[in-house]
């Protein structure tokens, strides 16, 4: 009996859109650093981080959910991590390279909606 072709998992990248906004808060953070509007993008940073995280648990990528949340301990405006200078810069850089490739790489099943009837 011939094997019949089973219908392929339809997948979603549902950490795309905060991680864009992630990046793009981080991105903005460098030519804010050192004044008062820095503790604003702290802020951000810290809690798209954690729905990045959040989101890569919930659909069972945990792995995935380790380098953001290192990000999310960096920029935690609660405990300040000591970090100045050029460090801090190419920092922002890499927090950014790393939401973004959160969001790209990171794809889950997207479960069917139910029918109605």
Partial sequence: ?????STPERTG???LLPSILGAAAVMAGLFVIG??????IRYLVSILALIVAVMAV???RWPWSIPVVVIAIVWNPVFVVP???TVF???HIVAAA???ATGLLLRAPIEPAPRRR
Wanted: net charge neutral.
């Fill in 1 to 5: 009996m011939p094997k019949q072709p």
């Fill in 13 to 15: 990248r549902p950490v």
């Fill in 35 to 40: 004044t008062d509007g820095y503790t604003v």
């Fill in 58 to 60: 919930q659909s069972a």
């Fill in 83 to 85: 970090l100045e200078g």
């Fill in 89 to 91: 810069a190419a920092l």
């Fill in 98 to 100: 790393v939401f973004l």
